[in-house]
Each structure stands twice: as structure tokens, then as C-alpha cells.
């Protein structure tokens, strides 16, 4: 069974960074994408940043400019650096990674912006 670690939340002022990091327990093959998604109180989840098996990203418009997502294709690890972090970008964070069979998900890492 695969489990995905995810690493690097907490609590940040807002204009604040924090980078994200999630490692699989074991290799998967057969990628499609890697991702982070994120699902705030009350709301439905949505994707943060994704980045395909090809090198290809897509990004939510409420993070352009100010997130970044990369991968390590030969250790399975995808991480989101997020610079001036809002107070709406307050939420549970996890991780996806999805292959040509299945997907899978972290448990999900606690972000909170506030002053």
C-alpha cells in the first residue's frame, strides 16, 4: 500500500512562504501527475498545482505568481513553494498523485495564514 507523507505546514503571517513537501513510501510507476489540492472549512476541495509526468503545470488563479510546484521524478517526491500567503489561502493541504489506474492521497497538512 502506498502512503503519501506530507511535510511543511503550520502557522505563517501573511507576505509570509512556506514550502510544502510530499514523499511516497515506495516507488509508483506509471505516473500521470503530481499534485497538491487544498480544502478549506466549509469548502469544496480544489487544486492548488499539478505537474504532469511530462514536465507540464497548471495552477489555480488564486496562487499564479506566487506558488511553485516541482517534482523529483526518480524519488517520487512533489513539493509547492508558496510565497506572500494570504489569509484565504488558510486550509488543509494534501497531496495526489495520480497514476493510470489509480490515485492516491496524503493525509493532508494543516496551512494557516493570520496575523
Known amino acids: 500500500q502506498v502512503q503519501l507523507v506530507e511535510s511543511g505546514g503550520g502557522l505563517v503571517q501573511p507576505g509570509g512562504s512556506l514550502r510544502l513537501s510530499c514523499a511516497a513510501s515506495?516507488?509508483?510507476?506509471?505516473?500521470?501527475?503530481m499534485g497538491w489540492y487544498r480544502q478549506a472549512p466549509g469548502k469544496q476541495r480544489e487544486l492548488v498545482a499539478k505537474i504532469t509526468s511530462g514536465g507540464s503545470t497548471n495552477y489555480a488563479d488564486s496562487v499564479k505568481g506566487r506558488t511553485t510546484i516541482s517534482r523529483d521524478n526518480a524519488k517520487n517526491t512533489v513539493n509547492l513553494q508558496m510565497d506572500s500567503l494570504k489569509p484565504e489561502d488558510t486550509a488543509v493541504y494534501y497531496c495526489?498523485?495520480?497514476?493510470?489506474?489509480?490515485?492516491?492521497w496524503g493525509q493532508g497538512t494543516q496551512v494557516t495564514v493570520s496575523s
Open positions: 515506495r516507488i509508483i510507476f506509471s505516473i500521470t501527475a
Open positions: 495526489n498523485v495520480a497514476t493510470v489506474g489509480t490515485s492516491y
